[in-house]
């Protein structure tokens, strides 16, 4: 399906509003939605949501071979999955043209600016290294997928631990989480991304949604991280428009406040999930579950069920094996690794010679009996079905 | 036989759902039983792709997206699972030349993935309004490698003992079977038997879609 | 008369077939097509088989080929099992990369195979963590009318059962590789799993062995695999009206005759064949 155009009403209602410095949702212009983020039960799993966009975020490892040039070093793989769930006029299948641009700017924004310590994921050089792979879904498309993913991706790779390998020259050795406790990963700095779109009017607004960046006009996101440092720049014009003037001097400032504000946020949320099942206490948690309320009328949670079933009792089976069917079915061998089994009539097994004769001048067969003209069919067993 | 005999008991993992929780889709819902977590949205009746377009009936497309890794084989047949399970419970020929969508994306797996994927779609297919001739209910249950136990709702950790898995999906009307899959070699009793079990506990799976739908549509 | 009376009234043509208590094709409800098998078929795979259900016909070749096992699991083998509708067998396929139909297929088949525990993957290691056997088993559909699964299922135990593989010397230091191709060793199969597959018309009509039109025109249909011990390894149902328990065990019986006579055949078609090999290979 198409995405749905949008309407003139829509477009000078939202540009009215930015002009007046007020949004839909009621924030201020430089004002963020509110981040959550819920763990699941696996390392490396989180659900994220900023305002109604929301994204799964999973990281998983496996060993490969090292690419040849980097011999020492592990290597990271960012997947953005936009599927029809996030909105409609997503395509399963093959990824589209806005799923790899947020995978692209998230791979510079965590791969190119060396946030993971990849020499650290070397078990033996040149020969074994961790894989990471970090796939990112969007459940719910409402604008700013990037600033969701990004916090996703930061936040699983702070959550991941991969496994603990021994080497013993030849063999590597990989330890259950019941033998060796599994090792986090090493991140150098935290980075993340923020999002800001500029109106017709010049006007610039953080975190968009999906109604407001349609209408902007030009886009600009900012990779920061905590040490106010900048790793990653993206600013791209949404239609043909010279309004724009410099945005990014403008909103850096406010963007490297609010990303380190956001590390923090993030750092805190993974640091006490972490401690409660290092504790193995999940009295104050926030994992999946959590991200469900009690109290709205929506919602509905359930403790463990237990009920009583009656016993099955195996004398209520009826007898099924009355099935009437007279099918008797015989089966001829042929030489050259042939067999076939083939139903007869009751009066033909008493002729079974005039049987194979009629059977021999069945067109499937000519070939086999050209190669092989002294064929001899060979009966060697009546199945009787009915009993 | 005494009478105390006749009844087993079991637990089930607790349920959980909050529905109407993604904003772009028509129906929507995250089900969680236990750790497995599943969400599923609903798009449609829209417009449909001339190839797809079937004249009398609804067409449905199911998406399923797992949680890593690009989209493998197995995804397919839960996609055909959950495709001709939802076929029979619509009305079709409701809403012919049209289709609908039904996306869900795997959140978390902790045994029962497939069971929960059914509910989830049916959660969302009656938070999205459409006629259906009946609702659909999966439960999964497996038998115990060395006492041949029949558990109800299993996670990972029981799973790994086990001897064989099953999946079924009942009607809400006469309790038959709509959908069947298992794992493992079993006989003809122990198949029997399951499918007992499972069928006495669908029960509670419709009583808790009842529950919420009653809880929401008091107050729309 | 029959054939545009087909033609244009399909449902009618089937139905009315049906309420006399016979099947378009002249069957009875409960009776199933012939089958026949051939193998050892094509030479230059490592096995094969011809699978033919009545029209339905499924081919399978199995070439082992040698890999490196994954690092969890370093005794294992791998068994690759690929379907392929193809435009040859019936025109609702098109050509291009596998449609889902095919996917599902192979993932059933896939299913069965673990299922069956029919192979044991430990048998395909040669040296742990260096080298195993890859057994790729390509199943090609030549003619699609119905009950295709059972026609692969039949066409790829049939190849699998007959397989040989050549005996390979690893020198685990030097790494090198010597094949031995006349040095074959026979594999070992298990248990034979066979499928049948039924189609469930309205008023709860069972029929075995569907055709390509009733399966299409069936309310819902459903596989069940069985193995020698009559322990069954599969129960597919992906959906459709719901069944009663009664029509699942009616298949079940059905399913348990069915398995015996082609497991005969099978068997059957393998002992033509090693007579035929001990035959010519006894002159020289």
């Known amino acids: 399906m198409r995405e749905v155009p949008l309407t003139n009403c829509e477009r000078n209602f939202v540009n009215k509003c930015i002009e007046e410095e007020t949004r839909l949702d009621g924030r201020r212009l430089l004002q963020p939605r509110p981040v959550k983020i819920y763990f699941g039960s696996k390392w490396g799993c989180c659900m994220v949501s900023l305002g109604h966009t929301k994204a799964i975020a999973q990281v998983s490892c496996d060993i490969r071979q090292p690419k040849t040039f980097r011999p020492n070093e592990g290597t990271i793989y960012i997947n953005v999955e936009l599927a029809p769930l996030a909105a409609q006029h997503f395509e399963s299948g093959r990824q589209s043209e806005a799923a790899i641009l947020i995978s692209r700017q998230l791979e510079k924004c965590f791969k190119d600016s060396k946030c993971v310590d990849l020499e650290s994921l070397c078990i033996v050089a040149d020969k074994k290294v961790w894989s990471l792979r970090i796939d990112i879904n969007i459940i719910n498309h409402d604008g700013n997928l990037i600033d969701c993913a990004s916090i996703a991706v930061l936040a699983a790779l702070m959550h991941f631990h991969r496994p603990d390998v021994t080497s013993t020259g030849e063999e590597i050795i990989i330890h259950p989480a019941s033998e060796k406790d599994f090792l986090p990963l090493t991140l150098f700095h935290y980075p993340v991304c923020v999002s800001f779109i500029t109106f ?18 030009a886009e600009l996101t900012l990779g920061m991280n905590s040490y106010r440092e900048l790793c990653s720049l993206h600013f791209d014009y949404l239609t043909k428009t010279m309004t724009v003037e410099d945005v990014i001097s403008a909103v850096s400032n406010h963007a490297a406040n609010y990303a380190t504000k956001l590390v923090q946020d993030i750092k805190e949320a993974v640091a006490k999930d972490v401690q409660s099942r290092y504790k193995k206490d999940d009295s104050d948690t926030s994992r999946f579950k959590e991200s469900i309320q009690t109290n709205k009328i929506t919602t509905m949670i359930s403790d463990h069920i237990s009920i009583k079933l009656q016993k ?3 004398t209520m089976i009826e007898d ?3 099935i009437e069917n007279n099918n008797k079915s015989c089966i001829i061998k042929h030489e050259e690794g042939s067999a076939e089994l083939i139903s007869v009539f009751d009066d033909s097994i008493n002729k079974e010679e005039s049987f194979n004769s009629t059977y021999d001048s069945d067109s499937d067969n000519q070939c086999l009996e050209l190669s092989n003209p002294e064929k001899k069919h060979i009966i060697i067993d009546l199945v009787d079905d009915s009993d | 036989m005494v009478e105390e005999d006749t009844e087993i008991d079991c637990v089930l993992r607790p349920m959980n759902c909050e529905i109407n929780l993604l904003s772009r889709s028509d129906g929507s819902t995250m089900f969680m039983q236990g750790d497995t977590t ?17 004249y009398d009936k609804l067409s449905i497309e199911v998406t399923y997206t797992p949680l890593t890794g690009p989209a493998k084989v197995d995804d397919r047949l839960i996609e055909t699972y959950i ?4 076929e029979s419970a619509i009305l079709v020929s409701l809403h012919p030349n049209t289709m609908i969508c039904i996306n869900l994306q795997e959140v978390q797996d902790s045994g029962g993935l497939l069971a929960c994927a059914i509910n989830a779609s049916c959660l969302a297919l009656i938070n999205s309004g459409l006629s259906m001739k009946f609702t659909i209910a999966a439960v999964s249950c497996m038998i115990e490698k060395e006492t041949g136990k029949i558990i109800m709702d299993p996670d990972n950790t029981q799973l790994k003992n086990a001897k064989a898995e099953f999946t079924y999906a009942f009607d809400s009307i006469n309790k038959d079977i709509v959908c069947c899959h298992s794992v493992g070699r079993f006989s003809q009793s122990e198949f029997l038997a399951s499918v007992d079990k499972c069928k006495q506990v669908s029960q509670f799976i419709f009583d808790f879609y009842r529950e919420i739908t009653k809880k929401y549509a008091n107050t729309v | 008369m029959d ?5 244009i009234h399909p449902v009618k043509y089937l139905q009315d077939h049906l309420e ?4 378009p094709d002249g069957r009875k409800f409960l009776s199933f097509r012939p089958v026949s098998v051939n193998v050892s078929s094509i030479v230059q795979a490592d096995s094969s088989a011809i699978f033919k259900l009545g029209d339905t016909s499924a081919v399978c070749g199995i070439k082992a080929e040698l890999a490196t096992p994954k690092a969890d699991i370093p005794d294992h083998g791998y068994i690759v099992p690929n379907v392929e509708l193809s435009p040859l067998c019936s025109p609702k396929f098109r050509p291009g990369p596998p449609s889902e139909q095919a996917q599902v297929l192979s993932k059933l088949i896939d299913i069965v195979l673990s299922n069956s525990r029919a192979l044991d993957l430990k048998d395909l290691c040669i040296c742990k963590n260096k080298l195993v056997w890859v057994l790729y088993c390509d199943i090609l559909c030549l003619n699609y009318n119905g009950s295709v699964i059972d026609a692969c299922i039949g066409a790829m135990i049939a190849a699998l059962k007959t397989l040989t593989l050549p005996e390979i010397n690893y020198n685990s230091e030097t790494g090198v590789i010597v094949t031995h191709p006349e040095n074959r060793k026979a594999f070992t199969v298990r248990t034979l799993p066979v499928s049948a597959s039924f189609a469930i018309f309205e008023k709860q009509l069972l029929l075995v062995d569907p055709s390509d039109d009733e399966e299409d025109m069936s309310s819902t249909r459903f596989s069940i695999v069985m193995d020698d011990e009559e322990e069954i390894c599969y129960i597919h149902k992906p959906g459709g009206i719901p069944i009663s328990q009664n029509l699942l065990c009616k298949g079940l019986e059905m399913t348990k005759v069915r398995a015996k006579s082609i497991r005969s055949v099978i068997n059957a078609a393998i002992s033509t064949l090693n007579v035929n090999n001990i035959e010519t290979n006894s002159p020289k």
Not at chain 1, 200 to 217: F, K, S
Not at chain 3, 3 to 7: G, I, N, P
Request: with cysteine; glycine share 10%; aromatic share 6%.
């Open chain 3, 3 to 7: 054939l545009q009376y087909k033609t």
């Open chain 1, 312 to 314: 099955w009792d195996e």
């Open chain 1, 320 to 322: 099924h094996a009355e």
């Open chain 1, 200 to 217: 017709e009017n010049g006007n610039t607004i953080m975190d968009p949604t999906y109604i407001e960046e349609r209408v902007g006009v």
């Open chain 3, 20 to 23: 006399q208590g016979i099947r």
């Open chain 2, 83 to 86: 495709r001709e399970s939802c």
């Open chain 2, 38 to 54: 599943i969400v599923a949205g609903i798009n449609g009746p829209m417009e449909v792709k001339s190839q797809k377009m079937a």
